[in-house]
C-alpha cells in the first residue's frame, strides 16, 4: 500500500515564500517519478511540478516557471516544492502524487499518476 503525505501548507502573504514537503512510503520511492498538482475552488485539478525517477530531470507549469523549485532527497522518499514570489492565484489545495509505473518521465500528465496525497492547503492573502 503505497502512502503520501503532504506538508508544510499554510497562510502566506502576497510576495512571501512555503515549502512543501511529501514523503511516500510503501513502494521503492528511487524508482518512481513524483508530481506536485493543485486545484483551486471550482477548477479542476492542475499539473505544478514533476520530477523523473531519478531527480535529473524537472518539469513546470509555465504559471510557475522560475517562481516555483521541485527537489528530491538523496535517499528519494521525500520530494519539497519550494515556492517563491507566491500570488493570490496560488491558492489552492497542493496534492502530491506518484504514477502507477516506476522509472517515469517528470510528466505533466495527470492520468499517469495512480496515487496520491491528501492535500496540503495553500492560502496566499493579500
Known amino acids: 500500500q503505497v502512502q503520501i503525505v503532504e506538508s508544510g501548507g499554510g497562510v502566506v502573504q502576497a510576495g512571501g515564500s512555503l515549502r512543501l514537503s511529501c514523503a511516500i512510503s510503501?513502494?521503492?520511492?528511487?524508482?518512481?517519478?513524483m508530481g506536485w498538482f493543485r486545484q483551486a475552488p471550482g477548477k479542476e485539478r492542475e499539473f505544478v511540478a514533476a520530477t523523473d525517477w531519478r531527480g535529473l530531470n524537472t518539469n513546470y507549469a509555465d504559471s510557475v516557471k522560475d517562481r516555483f523549485t521541485l527537489s528530491r532527497d538523496n535517499g528519494q522518499a521525500t520530494v519539497y516544492l519550494q515556492m517563491n514570489n507566491l500570488a493570490l492565484e496560488d491558492t489552492a489545495v497542493y496534492y502530491c502524487a506518484v504514477p502507477l509505473r516506476p522509472y517515469g518521465q517528470a510528466s505533466p500528465n495527470i492520468r499517469e499518476y495512480a496515487y496520491w496525497g491528501q492535500g496540503a492547503q495553500v492560502t496566499v492573502s493579500s
Open positions: 510503501g513502494r521503492t520511492t528511487g524508482n518512481y517519478a
